[in-house]
Nanobody, 122 residues
């Protein structure tokens, strides 16, 4: 299983970006987006939990980011609006079968994309 993330770039505060993760035809219980800023640990951003098509977000992106899955295209999208400088990081997509209580933990995902850089200038 290979995941490929794309769509990052350099934008100004308040702008929008859409990240795309190309997945496989295999269906996983959860698809997640994580990010890692320089000198910081990888942190959870959003997850699409396949059972029930439920969506989960970290508090700092609620109302600004939206995760979705396109089954026909085998992609997971992360729409990011009103971007802030603190959103600057390398964004990774992931797929796995974590239990619901663990979907925010990187350890719950067995497959990762290569990361795409998002830089937001003030």
């Amino acid at each position: 299983v290979q995941l490929q993330a794309s769509g990052g770039g350099l934008v100004q505060a308040g702008d929008s970006l859409r990240l795309t993760c190309s997945t496989s035809t295999r269906t996983f219980r959860s698809y997640g987006w994580f990010r890692q800023a320089p000198g910081k640990e990888r942190e959870f951003v959003a997850a699409f939990f396949t059972p029930g098509s439920r969506k989960y977000y970290t508090e700092s992106v609620k109302g600004r980011f939206s995760i979705s899955r396109d089954n026909a295209k085998n992609t997971v999208l992360l729409e990011m609006n009103d971007l802030k400088p603190e959103d600057t990081a390398v964004y990774f997509c992931a797929a796995g079968n974590p239990i619901l209580s663990s979907l925010r933990a990187p350890e719950g995902y067995g497959y990762w994309g290569q990361g795409t850089q998002v830089t937001v200038s003030s």
